[in-house]
């Protein structure tokens, strides 16, 4: 299943609705992203999840939420942020994410 893929402005639109859900921050230029994205895509995963596209140069998305490497996981729940995976030097994978939603848990 194809993953949404949304803008920044969406993205505070979403998190001020509340809920629960996982934004993966990426670029068009990055290779780690792309993986993760496929990959994620491929796998079973039972909670909601958006990609956020920051590729752009006058995004704010960069300062606003934070990201200071692609791909971020970043967890929102009840409008703020509750988690984050950043990337190592191999990028992130779908354990990394998984055990992000498992955070909701603790």
């Known amino acids: 299943m194809a993953m949404e893929c949304i803008s920044s402005d969406k993205l505070k639109e979403r998190v001020l609705h509340g809920g629960e859900f996982i934004a993966i921050f990426s670029t068009k230029w990055c290779g780690f ?3 993760l994205i496929r990959e994620l895509e491929r796998s079973r995963v039972d909670f909601d999840m958006v990609e956020v596209d920051i590729s752009s140069n006058d ?3 960069w300062d606003e939420y934070g990201i200071e490497m692609v791909p971020t996981a970043v967890l929102f729940s009840s409008g ?4 984050r995976r950043c ?5 992130l994978s779908v354990n990394d994410v998984r055990s992000l939603h498992e955070m909701r848990r603790v």
């Open 59 to 61: 995004d704010t998305a």
């Open 87 to 91: 990337p190592t030097y191999d990028g």
């Open 80 to 83: 703020r942020e509750v988690a």
């Open 33 to 35: 992203c792309r993986a």
